[in-house]
Nanobody
């Protein structure tokens, strides 16, 4: 079992930056690949970025490549999402999720945080 708590969301102007954090409970954080998903109003929850258990491999949605960076600190049981050059279309609730392997398919993730709101104004 792992519990996830996101933080770092907020309101930012277009072109600005935010860093999201997701703190995990338990001593098995390094056993899980981690991912960030987001959900805009009226839309499906979509994959944003993911990272393998060791942090050696990352994967990004095309819409955020070159702007977002996912990283993790296994000693701190935390995964991060650095978001730069934010656009209004990045607005949504951002969730972190854990799974034993990295995948972009949300149905494969059994553990989710409660989400943190990111709003990008134009």
């Amino acid at each position: 079992q792992v519990q996830l708590v996101e933080s770092g969301g907020g309101l930012v102007q277009a072109g600005g930056s935010l860093r999201l954090s997701c703190a995990a409970s338990g001593r098995t954080f390094s056993s899980y690949a981690m991912a960030w998903f987001r959900q805009a109003p009226g839309k499906e929850r979509e994959f944003v970025a993911g990272i393998t258990r060791s942090g050696s491999t990352t994967n990004y949605a095309d819409s955020v490549k070159g702007r977002f960076t996912i990283s993790r600190d296994n000693a701190k049981n935390t995964v991060y999402l650095q978001m730069n050059s934010l656009k209004p279309e990045d607005t949504g609730v951002y969730y972190c999720a854990a799974n034993v392997y990295l995948t972009a398919i949300k149905g494969n993730y059994g553990y989710w945080g409660q989400g943190t709101q990111v709003t990008v104004s134009s």
